[in-house]
């Protein structure tokens, strides 16, 4: 039976009855009316964690995060299966050889998230009766540093281990965002060019903001809070808004971008404007306010990258990744951290 399926059509009340009903039947009440899984099927097990632990009713999840689960799940059922063993058949043994086989075949992002996976359904089974001891205390898990990883594409049998980092330590940073300015070769509007390039860098690295939030920037986005910083509203994935603070260095070279193109410096909200267009070589550049593009940024990054000699699979979201890091090595609360990049964050992991 699919309780999933079956529990989200039914209101509190008939929660509550087919609860008693179900539980009492199958024999899955002690004395004390507790949950107890000690007689259980393996079945009723596996649909108890599914349904208490992973996918209360009260939460949603995304596909993302569906998948994982399911990843999870038949990660362990097939080592089970491959060695012939059961649920109720995991002991110590067991526990510390799928943990052994898990770091070996995993690279660090992975293990942990299916090592956490694990740890659940232990504990689970251990307040639940089905397992006589806290086994969940022998699993260790590998150590993942701070930040941003691609895992390379090996064969279905390999072990996923080799990685690459996909971020700039502070000082490369720097350096990479001092070439924006200087790839610019056109005599016609060098200065406003330069300008806009030099804010481009700087916007990356100290905002954390996605590519497509950076270029769908607006002078409506930017205000003033209360205490007189200054903020910018975007519109993040999954049309969630957020507020990003602008630091100082940044909002000086944003306001010497302003006063470069022509524009004014006073802050007005209701201004849609594109921050960023195009600076075409005609006689009245500034009046074509054509957005500026994916490919233009890309180019203007790719280009910086290739003057400073710099590894030449920087993309323009390296920086988001740096800024992420960075600011977990400066302290900052992973919630500060959360909310200022929207990303989902758990221990050690960090996940775009």
Do not use: C
Not at 8 to 34: F, T
Not at 96 to 115: P, T, V
Not at 281 to 310: D, F, Q, S
């Amino acid at each position: 039976m699919n309780y999933l399926a079956l529990l989200k059509n039914m209101n509190d009340e008939q929660y509550l009855a087919y609860l008693k009903d179900h539980l009492k039947d199958r024999h899955l009440l002690d004395e004390n009316r507790n949950l107890s899984l000690a007689n259980s099927s393996e079945q009723d097990f596996l649909e108890l964690f599914f349904l208490e632990k992973l996918f209360p009713q009260d939460k949603k999840f995304s596909l993302h995060t569906v998948k994982a689960y399911r990843s999870d799940a038949k990660t362990l059922l097939t080592f089970l299966t491959d060695h012939s063993l059961s649920f109720r058949d995991i002991g110590f043994p067991e526990v510390k050889a799928y943990n052994k086989f898990i770091k070996e075949k995993y690279a660090a992002k992975s293990a942990i998230r299916k090592l956490e996976f694990f740890r659940r359904l232990l504990n689970f089974g251990y307040e639940t009766q089905f397992y006589k001891a806290h086994l969940s205390t022998w699993i260790s898990k590998p150590v993942s540093k701070k930040g941003h990883y691609i895992i390379e594409e090996t064969r279905h049998e390999e072990a996923q281990t080799r990685i690459q980092v996909r971020e700039l330590n502070q000082r490369d940073a720097e350096f990479l965002i001092s070439f924006f300015p200087r790839i610019v070769k056109a005599t016609r509007n060098r200065e406003q060019l330069e300008k806009r390039n030099l804010l481009i860098g700087y916007l990356l690295y100290t905002t954390g903001l996605r590519a497509s939030e950076l270029l769908s920037l607006n002078w409506g986005s930017f205000r003033y809070n209360r205490k007189g910083f200054l903020f910018a509203d975007v519109i993040g994935k999954g049309k969630k808004p957020r507020s990003i603070p602008i630091r100082e260095e940044t909002k000086e070279i944003l306001f010497n971008y302003r006063s470069t193109i022509g524009e004014s410096v006073e802050i007005n909200i209701d201004d849609t404007s594109p921050l960023f267009f195009a600076l075409y070589n005609k006689n009245e550049p500034l009046l074509n306010k054509k957005r500026l593009t994916y490919p233009t940024l890309y180019k203007i990054v790719k280009e910086a990258v290739h003057m400073a000699g710099k590894n030449l699979k920087v993309t323009p979201h390296w920086f988001r990744h740096t800024f992420v890091t960075l600011l977990l090595e400066n302290d900052v609360p992973l919630a500060v951290v959360k909310d200022w990049a929207a990303i989902r964050i758990f221990p050690l992991l960090i996940y775009t």
